[in-house]
C-alpha cells in the first residue's frame, strides 16, 4: 500500500500520543489508589461504590445509636440499683418496726429514718440525666414526673411511654422505663393499686402511731420486684444491643470489603501495567526518531 | 535539425514543468488537504512524411489531481461522526464527573443530613442538635443549589461554543460559495486543481462543525445540503445559519434558518460539532438537570409531609422545614394565555418534559409527553381549569386561548435551583408526635398499647382526650371528632381513626379504658423524627421503586453509561476517521521519497533534452562547415 509522508508521520505521532494518554492514565490511578477514575470508566462499578457507601454510613450511624442507647441505660440501670439498695434498707426498717419488741420512742426514731429513706426514693424517682432530662417521665422529659400533694398523696404527671432509638434498619430498642410503672403501677394488698410513695409515707405515719401496718411489708416487697424485673428488662435489652453491635460491625467490615473490592485499585496489576506502558512509549518514540530521519533527499 | 531542435525544446518544456509540478507536491508535502498532482506526459501529433509516421516530441497533456471523491466522502463522513462524539463525550465527561465527585456530589450531603436526623431522634429535647438539623438541611439544599447552578454554567458554554461554530460554518460556507464561483470562473479547460483542494479542504472543515451532503453540479459547483435536504450552498449562494433563542426557554440558544433564524432546524442537524452539542444537551444535559430537580422536588415535599405530622417545642404542629420549588412552565413567546403547573404527588415525579398544546382554542388541549410521545387529552369545561394529575402534577388553564398555542412544562428543570431550607428557629423542629396513648391505672387486663403513628393532622389537636373502652370483645370510642363508631378488638391489630394509628395487645378485661391524648409537653418524644429517620431508606420515588440516594444513584449511572458509549463512538469513529483518512493519504498524500525520485527522474530528462539541443547545434555546425569556403 502507498503511504503518504505525511501520513507516516502522523501514524507515529499518534500512536505516541495514544502510549501517553494511557500511561498517564495508570499514573493517575497509581496517584489515588482508585481503580475508577470517573464514573464512566465503569458506571455499574460506580452505583455499587455509592450503595456500598451509603450502607456503611448508615451501619455507623445505627451503631452510634447504639452507643447511645447504651449509656441512657446505663444510667438508668444506676439510677434503679440506687433505688433497689434504698428500698432494701426501707424493708429493713419496716421489718424492724414491725418488732413487737420495739417501743414508740424506738417506732418514731425508725419513722424519722423511713421518710428520709423515702425523700431519697423521691428525689431518685425524679432523678435527671447529664442533659436534664427527667429519666421517668416518659416522653415528657422536661416536666419533673412525680409531684408530692401532701398528706402522703403522690401523683405521677409523666407519660407511659419510653424513647425509642433506631439501631437497625428494622429494629428500634426502647432507652427508659416510665415511672408509671416503675412506682404507680403497682397492686396493692388492700386492693386495686397504689404507689411506693404512698405506700412508705402511710408506713411511717403508722409507726408514729405506734400501730404499724403489716401489709406494707408485702407492699415493698412487690415495688422491689417490679424494679428488679425492670432492670432484668434493661439487662435484656443491653445484651440485644450488644448482638445487634456485633451483627452492625460484621456488616460494616463487609460493606468496607466489598467497597474496597470495587473500587480501590490492584496495585501489582496498575505496577506491571505502568512498566508495559513505559516500554511501549519509548519504542514509539525511538521508533519515531529512528523512521524520521530516513529520507532520499538526504542522500541527493 | 530544426525539428530536432523543435523536439528537444518540446522535451525542455515538458520536463521543465513537470520539475515545476514536483516542486509544487514537495513544497506542499504538508499541505492539509492538499492532493498531489502528477504531469501526465503525451506524444505530440506525429507527422506523417515520406511514408512513415515521424514523432515530433512529448506534450503536457494535463496536470492531473490525484483524487478519488468516494474516498473524500468517507472521510467528511467519519469527520462529521468523530466530531460529534468527541463534542458529546468532552461535555459528559464533565456532567459525569460532576456528580460522583465525592466531596461535591449529592450523596455524602444526603449522608450528612439523615446523620443529623438522626442525631435528634436520640436527643430531642436537645437544642444543639435541632440546629445542627436546620443548618444541614440548609447546606443540602445548597448543594442542591451548586449542583444546578453547574448545570446551568455548562449549559451556557454549551450556548457559547453553538454560537461559535454557527458563526464558523456561516464563514465557511461562504467561502465555498466563493470557491464555487472561482472554479466556474476558471479560465482554460480543466479544472483549477488547487482551488479544488481548497473547497475539499473547506468541505472538511465544514463537515467538522455539522454533518453533510454534496452534490456535484455540472458547473463545477458543489451544493451542500444538511439534515433532510436543508441547503447550506447552492451554486454561488450561500444560506447562512443563525443561533436564535428557543421559543419556549429564551435562555437556550437553537439553530434556525431563514429571515432572523425563523424556521428551527435543531431537530435536524446530526454530525459534527453542532450536532454533537445538541445531541448532548437534547439526551443527556437536559435530562438530568430535571432529574436533579425533580429529586430535590420530591425530597423537600416528603420531608415536609413528615416533618407537618410532627410537633415542635412549643406544642405545635410542624411547619415547613424547605419551600415548595415551582415546577417550571414555559410558554411559546407571544402567547397570553397563562398555564401553571402544581405538585400532587412528588412520588410520581420524572424528569420528562411534556408538551401543551391548544388545539383548537375552544377548550380542547393536548398534553404530549416527549419521551415517548404519549398523549393525553383535555377537555376544559369552564376556565380556569385544572385537570387532574397526570405523573404527580396537574396543570391549570387560566383561559381558551387561541389554536395552536403551545407550552412547555418541565416538572423538574428549575426544582434543584429553587429549593431552599426556609426553617430558622430550632424549637420548631417537630420531632414529636402531636399525641399519645396511655393504659388507665385502674385497668384490671394486662393489655398495653403501641406502634403509635400519626397519618394526618386534620383533626388535631383533639378537642379533648379520646377514651376507648373495652367491653366483651367490643371496643367503643368516647371523645373523638369525628366520631368513631365501635368494633371488634383484636389483639395486636392497628385501630386506625380520625389520621391517629396504634395497636392495643394483651388481654383486657371488661372497663378496661385507653386513652389517646394530645401529646402536651412532650419534648423528649423523637417519634416523628425516628419516622423521618427511615425515608432515608424507603422507596418513596419513582412510583415507589427507589429511595432518595438510589434515585440519585440512577441519575449518576444513566449520565455515566452515557458518557461511556459516547466514549465508545468517539474511540470508534475516531479509527474510521484515521482509516479513511490513510486510505486518501495512500492515494492523494505526497510521498517525500517518491517526489526525490521524480525530481532525479525529471532532471536527467531534462538534462538529456539539453543535450539533444546541444547534439542538433553541434549538426547544424557540422553542415556550416562542410559548406564553408
Same mark, same amino acid.
Given at each position: 500500500?502507498r503511504?503518504?509522508?505525511?501520513?507516516v508521520?502522523?501514524?507515529?505521532?499518534?500512536?505516541?500520543?495514544?502510549?501517553q +494518554?494511557?500511561?498517564?492514565?495508570?499514573?493517575?490511578?497509581?496517584?489515588?489508589?482508585?481503580?475508577?477514575l470517573?464514573?464512566?470508566?465503569d458506571?455499574?462499578g460506580?452505583?455499587?461504590?455509592?450503595?456500598?457507601?451509603?450502607?456503611? /454510613?448508615?451501619?455507623?450511624?445505627?451503631?452510634?445509636n447504639?452507643?447511645?442507647?447504651?449509656?441512657r441505660?446505663?444510667?438508668?440501670?444506676g439510677?434503679?440499683?440506687?433505688i433497689?439498695?434504698?428500698?432494701?434498707?426501707?424493708?429493713?426498717?419496716?421489718?424492724?418496726?414491725?418488732?413487737d419488741?420495739?417501743?414508740?420512742?424506738n417506732?418514731?426514731?425508725?419513722?424519722?429514718?423511713?421518710r428520709?429513706?423515702?425523700?431519697?426514693?423521691?428525689e431518685?424517682? /425524679?432523678?435527671?440525666?447529664?442533659?436534664g432530662?427527667?429519666?421517668?417521665a416518659?416522653?415528657?422529659?422536661?416536666?419533673?414526673?412525680?409531684?408530692?400533694?401532701?398528706?402522703?398523696?403522690?401523683?405521677?404527671?409523666?407519660?407511659?411511654?419510653?424513647?425509642?432509638?433506631?439501631?437497625?434498619?428494622?429494629?428500634?430498642?426502647a432507652?427508659?422505663?416510665?415511672?408509671?410503672e416503675l412506682?404507680f403501677?403497682?397492686?396493692? +394488698?388492700?386492693?386495686?393499686?397504689?404507689?411506693?410513695?404512698?405506700?412508705?409515707?402511710?408506713f @411511717?405515719?403508722?409507726?408514729?402511731? /405506734?400501730?404499724?401496718?403489716?401489709? @406494707?411489708?408485702t407492699?415493698i416487697d412487690? @415495688?422491689?420486684?417490679?424494679?428488679?424485673?425492670?432492670?432484668?428488662k434493661?439487662?435484656?435489652?443491653? /445484651?440485644?444491643l450488644e448482638?445487634?453491635?456485633?451483627v452492625?460491625?460484621?456488616?460494616?467490615?463487609?460493606?468496607q470489603?466489598?467497597?474496597?473490592?470495587?473500587q480501590?485499585?490492584?496495585? @501489582?496489576?496498575?505496577?506491571?501495567?505502568?512498566?508495559?506502558?513505559?516500554?511501549?512509549?519509548?519504542?514509539?518514540q525511538?521508533?519515531?526518531?529512528?523512521?524520521?530521519?530516513? +529520507?532520499?533527499?538526504?542522500?541527493? | $535539425?530544426?525539428?530536432m *531542435?523543435?523536439?528537444?525544446?518540446?522535451?525542455?518544456?515538458a520536463?521543465?514543468r513537470?520539475?515545476?509540478?514536483v =516542486?509544487?507536491?514537495?513544497?506542499?508535502?504538508?499541505?492539509e488537504?492538499?492532493?498531489?498532482?502528477?504531469?501526465?506526459?503525451?506524444?505530440?501529433?506525429?507527422?506523417? $512524411?515520406?511514408?512513415?509516421?515521424m514523432?515530433?516530441?512529448?506534450?503536457?497533456v494535463?496536470?492531473?489531481r490525484?483524487?478519488?471523491s468516494?474516498?473524500?466522502?468517507?472521510?467528511?463522513?467519519?469527520?462529521?461522526?468523530?466530531?460529534?462524539?468527541?463534542?458529546t463525550?468532552?461535555?459528559? =465527561?464533565?456532567?459525569?464527573? *460532576?456528580?460522583?465527585?465525592?466531596s461535591?456530589?449529592?450523596?455524602?450531603?444526603?449522608?450528612?443530613?439523615?446523620?443529623?436526623?438522626?442525631?435528634?431522634?436520640?436527643?430531642?429535647?436537645?437544642?444543639?442538635?435541632r440546629?445542627?438539623?436546620?443548618?444541614?438541611?440548609?447546606?443540602l439544599?445548597e448543594?442542591?443549589?451548586?449542583?444546578?447552578?453547574?448545570?446551568?454554567?455548562?449549559r451556557?458554554?454549551?450556548?457559547?461554543?453553538?454560537?461559535?461554530?454557527?458563526?464558523?460554518v456561516?464563514?465557511?460556507?461562504?467561502?465555498?460559495?466563493?470557491?464555487?464561483?472561482?472554479?466556474?470562473l476558471?479560465?482554460?479547460?480543466?479544472?483549477?486543481?488547487?482551488l479544488?483542494?481548497?473547497?475539499?479542504r473547506?468541505?472538511?472543515q465544514?463537515?467538522?462543525?455539522?454533518? #453533510?451532503?454534496?452534490?456535484e453540479? %455540472? &458547473?463545477?459547483?458543489?451544493n451542500?445540503?444538511?439534515?433532510?435536504?436543508?441547503?447550506?450552498v447552492?451554486g454561488f %449562494?450561500?444560506?447562512?445559519?443563525t443561533a436564535?433563542?428557543?421559543?419556549?426557554?429564551r435562555?437556550?440558544?437553537?439553530v434556525?434558518?431563514?429571515?432572523g433564524g425563523?424556521?428551527?432546524?435543531?431537530?435536524?442537524? =446530526?454530525?459534527?460539532k453542532?450536532?454533537?452539542?445538541?445531541?448532548?444537551?437534547?439526551?443527556?444535559?437536559?435530562?438530568?438537570?430535571?432529574?436533579?430537580?425533580?429529586?430535590?422536588?420530591?425530597?423537600?415535599?416528603?420531608m415536609?409531609?413528615?416533618?407537618?405530622?410532627?410537633? %415542635?417545642?412549643?406544642?405545635?404542629?410542624?411547619?415547613d422545614v424547605?419551600?415548595?420549588p415551582?415546577?417550571?412552565?414555559?410558554?411559546?413567546?407571544?402567547?397570553? !394565555?397563562t398555564?401553571?403547573?402544581s405538585?400532587?404527588? =412528588?412520588?410520581?415525579?420524572?424528569?420528562?418534559e411534556?408538551?401543551?398544546r391548544?388545539?383548537?382554542?375552544?377548550? !380542547?388541549?393536548? *398534553?404530549?409527553?416527549?419521551?415517548?410521545?404519549q398523549?393525553?387529552?383535555i377537555?376544559a369545561?369552564?376556565?380556569?381549569?385544572?385537570?387532574t394529575?397526570?405523573?404527580?402534577?396537574q396543570?391549570?388553564?387560566?383561559?381558551?386561548?387561541?389554536?395552536? &398555542?403551545?407550552y412547555m412544562?418541565?416538572?423538574g428543570?428549575?426544582?434543584?435551583?429553587?429549593?431552599?431550607?426556609q426553617m430558622?428557629?430550632?424549637r420548631?423542629?417537630?420531632?414529636?408526635?402531636?399525641?399519645?396513648?396511655a393504659?388507665?391505672?385502674?385497668?384490671?387486663?394486662?393489655?398495653t398499647t403501641?406502634?403509635?403513628?400519626?397519618?394526618?393532622?386534620? &383533626?388535631?389537636?383533639l378537642?379533648?382526650?379520646?377514651?376507648?373502652?373495652?367491653?366483651?370483645?367490643? #371496643?367503643?370510642?368516647?371523645?373523638?371528632?369525628?366520631?368513631?363508631?365501635p368494633?371488634?378488638y383484636?389483639?395486636?391489630?392497628?385501630?386506625?381513626?380520625?389520621?391517629l394509628?396504634?395497636?392495643?395487645?394483651?388481654?383486657?378485661?371488661?372497663g378496661?379504658?385507653?386513652?389517646?391524648s394530645?401529646?402536651?409537653?412532650?419534648?423528649?418524644?423523637?417519634? !416523628?423524627?425516628?419516622?423521618?429517620?427511615? *425515608?432515608q431508606?424507603?422507596?418513596?420515588?419513582?412510583g415507589?421503586?427507589?429511595s432518595?440516594?438510589?434515585?440519585?444513584?440512577?441519575?449518576?449511572?444513566?449520565?455515566?453509561i452515557?458518557?461511556?458509549?459516547?466514549?465508545?463512538?468517539?474511540?470508534?469513529?475516531?479509527?474510521?476517521m484515521?482509516?479513511?483518512?490513510?486510505?486518501?493519504?495512500?492515494?492523494?498524500?505526497v510521498?517525500l521519497?517518491e517526489?526525490?525520485?521524480?525530481?532525479?527522474?525529471?532532471?536527467?530528462?531534462?538534462?538529456?533534452a539539453?543535450?539533444?539541443?546541444?547534439?542538433?547545434?553541434?549538426?547544424?555546425q557540422?553542415?556550416?562547415n562542410?559548406?564553408?569556403r
Amino acid at each position: 500500500m502507498r503511504v503518504s509522508t505525511s501520513m507516516v508521520q502522523r501514524l507515529a505521532v499518534n500512536s505516541i500520543l495514544e502510549r501517553q +494518554s494511557d500511561l498517564s492514565r495508570t499514573q493517575l490511578q497509581l496517584a489515588s489508589g482508585r481503580r475508577i477514575l470517573t464514573p464512566s470508566e465503569d458506571p455499574s462499578g460506580t452505583t455499587q461504590a455509592l450503595k456500598f457507601t451509603e450502607q456503611k /454510613n448508615k451501619a455507623d450511624q445505627f451503631q452510634a445509636n447504639i452507643d447511645r442507647a447504651q449509656s441512657r441505660l446505663e444510667v438508668e440501670e444506676g439510677m434503679l440499683i440506687s433505688i433497689g439498695d434504698t428500698m432494701q434498707r426501707v424493708r429493713e426498717l419496716v421489718v424492724q418496726g414491725l418488732n413487737d419488741s420495739q417501743g414508740a420512742d424506738n417506732r418514731a426514731a425508725i419513722a424519722e429514718e423511713v421518710r428520709q429513706r423515702l425523700g431519697e426514693i423521691y428525689e431518685l424517682a /425524679n432523678a435527671t440525666d447529664g442533659a436534664g432530662e427527667y429519666l421517668f417521665a416518659g416522653l415528657q422529659s422536661k416536666t419533673r414526673p412525680v409531684v408530692d400533694v401532701g398528706g402522703g398523696v403522690f401523683t405521677f404527671v409523666g407519660d407511659q411511654n419510653a424513647r425509642e432509638l433506631q439501631v437497625s434498619p428494622n429494629r428500634v430498642m426502647a432507652t427508659s422505663d416510665s415511672g408509671h410503672e416503675l412506682f404507680f403501677d403497682l397492686p396493692y +394488698s388492700g386492693g386495686g393499686k397504689q404507689n411506693i410513695f404512698q405506700t412508705i409515707h402511710d408506713f @411511717a405515719a403508722s409507726l408514729d402511731a /405506734n400501730a404499724p401496718v403489716g401489709a @406494707a411489708l408485702t407492699d415493698i416487697d412487690t @415495688a422491689m420486684d417490679r424494679t428488679l424485673s425492670v432492670r432484668a428488662k434493661i439487662g435484656a435489652r443491653m /445484651n440485644a444491643l450488644e448482638s445487634q453491635r456485633t451483627v452492625n460491625e460484621q456488616y460494616i467490615v463487609q460493606m468496607q470489603s466489598n467497597l474496597s473490592e470495587v473500587q480501590d485499585l490492584d496495585y @501489582a496489576e496498575a505496577i506491571g501495567r505502568l512498566n508495559v506502558q513505559l516500554s511501549g512509549l519509548q519504542a514509539a518514540q525511538q521508533t519515531f526518531q529512528k523512521v524520521q530521519n530516513l +529520507s532520499l533527499f538526504n542522500f541527493m | $535539425m530544426s525539428s530536432m *531542435l523543435g523536439i528537444g525544446i518540446t522535451g525542455l518544456m515538458a520536463y521543465q514543468r513537470s520539475l515545476r509540478t514536483v =516542486s509544487h507536491n514537495v513544497s506542499n508535502a504538508q499541505t492539509e488537504g492538499y492532493s498531489r498532482q502528477r504531469v501526465n506526459l503525451g506524444t505530440q501529433t506525429p507527422l506523417f $512524411m515520406g511514408g512513415q509516421y515521424m514523432g515530433t516530441g512529448v506534450r503536457v497533456v494535463n496536470v492531473e489531481r490525484v483524487y478519488d471523491s468516494f474516498v473524500t466522502r468517507q472521510t467528511q463522513l467519519y469527520t462529521s461522526s468523530y466530531n460529534s462524539a468527541e463534542t458529546t463525550a468532552r461535555y459528559a =465527561s464533565t456532567v459525569d464527573e *460532576l456528580l460522583a465527585d465525592p466531596s461535591v456530589g449529592l450523596g455524602p450531603a444526603l449522608d450528612d443530613y439523615f446523620a443529623t436526623v438522626q442525631a435528634v431522634a436520640n436527643d430531642p429535647a436537645d437544642v444543639s442538635a435541632r440546629q445542627a438539623f436546620l443548618t444541614q438541611a440548609e447546606s443540602l439544599a445548597e448543594r442542591y443549589n451548586y449542583l444546578d447552578q453547574r448545570f446551568e454554567e455548562v449549559r451556557s458554554q454549551l450556548n457559547q461554543q453553538l454560537t461559535a461554530e454557527v458563526a464558523d460554518v456561516n464563514s465557511l460556507i461562504g467561502s465555498i460559495a466563493m470557491v464555487n464561483r472561482n472554479i466556474f470562473l476558471a479560465p482554460g479547460q480543466g479544472e483549477a486543481n488547487d482551488l479544488l483542494d481548497e473547497r475539499d479542504r473547506l468541505l472538511g472543515q465544514l463537515s467538522e462543525k455539522i454533518g #453533510i451532503t454534496t452534490v456535484e453540479q %455540472d &458547473d463545477g459547483s458543489v451544493n451542500v445540503f444538511f439534515g433532510n435536504g436543508q441547503q447550506l450552498v447552492v451554486g454561488f %449562494d450561500a444560506y447562512a445559519l443563525t443561533a436564535v433563542a428557543n421559543k419556549f426557554d429564551r435562555a437556550q440558544l437553537d439553530v434556525g434558518v431563514g429571515q432572523g433564524g425563523q424556521i428551527p432546524v435543531s431537530a435536524q442537524i =446530526s454530525g459534527g460539532k453542532l450536532g454533537g452539542l445538541l445531541e448532548f444537551r437534547r439526551d443527556m444535559l437536559n435530562e438530568a438537570q430535571n432529574a436533579l430537580g425533580a429529586s430535590a422536588i420530591a425530597f423537600a415535599d416528603q420531608m415536609n409531609a413528615q416533618h407537618r405530622l410532627g410537633q %415542635d417545642l412549643n406544642g405545635a404542629l410542624g411547619g415547613d422545614v424547605f419551600n415548595s420549588p415551582g415546577l417550571d412552565v414555559r410558554t411559546e413567546t407571544g402567547v397570553t !394565555n397563562t398555564v401553571t403547573a402544581s405538585l400532587v404527588d =412528588s412520588g410520581q415525579i420524572s424528569a420528562d418534559e411534556y408538551l401543551l398544546r391548544n388545539v383548537d382554542g375552544a377548550g !380542547n388541549f393536548e *398534553l404530549v409527553r416527549q419521551s415517548d410521545k404519549q398523549t393525553f387529552a383535555i377537555s376544559a369545561g369552564g376556565f380556569p381549569y385544572t385537570h387532574t394529575a397526570i405523573d404527580g402534577f396537574q396543570v391549570t388553564i387560566a383561559g381558551a386561548g387561541s389554536a395552536g &398555542d403551545e407550552y412547555m412544562i418541565r416538572p423538574g428543570r428549575n426544582g434543584a435551583q429553587l429549593i431552599q431550607a426556609q426553617m430558622s428557629d430550632p424549637r420548631e423542629v417537630a420531632a414529636a408526635l402531636p399525641v399519645r396513648t396511655a393504659v388507665a391505672f385502674a385497668n384490671t387486663g394486662n393489655a398495653t398499647t403501641s406502634h403509635n403513628r400519626v397519618t394526618s393532622v386534620t &383533626d388535631l389537636p383533639l378537642p379533648a382526650d379520646v377514651t376507648l373502652t373495652y367491653n366483651a370483645g367490643n #371496643i367503643t370510642v368516647a371523645g373523638a371528632v369525628p366520631a368513631v363508631a365501635p368494633f371488634a378488638y383484636a389483639d395486636g391489630a392497628t385501630i386506625a381513626f380520625n389520621g391517629l394509628e396504634f395497636r392495643i395487645n394483651g388481654t383486657p378485661q371488661n372497663g378496661d379504658v385507653f386513652t389517646v391524648s394530645n401529646n402536651s409537653a412532650g419534648v423528649g418524644d423523637n417519634r !416523628n423524627f425516628l419516622e423521618l429517620g427511615r *425515608l432515608q431508606s424507603q422507596a418513596t420515588m419513582q412510583g415507589g421503586s427507589a429511595s432518595f440516594q438510589e434515585y440519585y444513584g440512577q441519575i449518576v449511572a444513566e449520565v455515566g453509561i452515557k458518557t461511556r458509549q459516547a466514549q465508545l463512538t468517539e474511540d470508534a469513529q475516531r479509527s474510521l476517521m484515521d482509516q479513511a483518512f490513510n486510505e486518501q493519504q495512500s492515494l492523494s498524500g505526497v510521498n517525500l521519497d517518491e517526489e526525490a525520485a521524480n525530481l532525479i527522474k525529471f532532471q536527467q530528462a531534462y538534462q538529456a533534452a539539453a543535450q539533444v539541443i546541444s547534439a542538433a547545434d553541434e549538426m547544424f555546425q557540422a553542415l556550416l562547415n562542410a559548406v564553408r569556403r
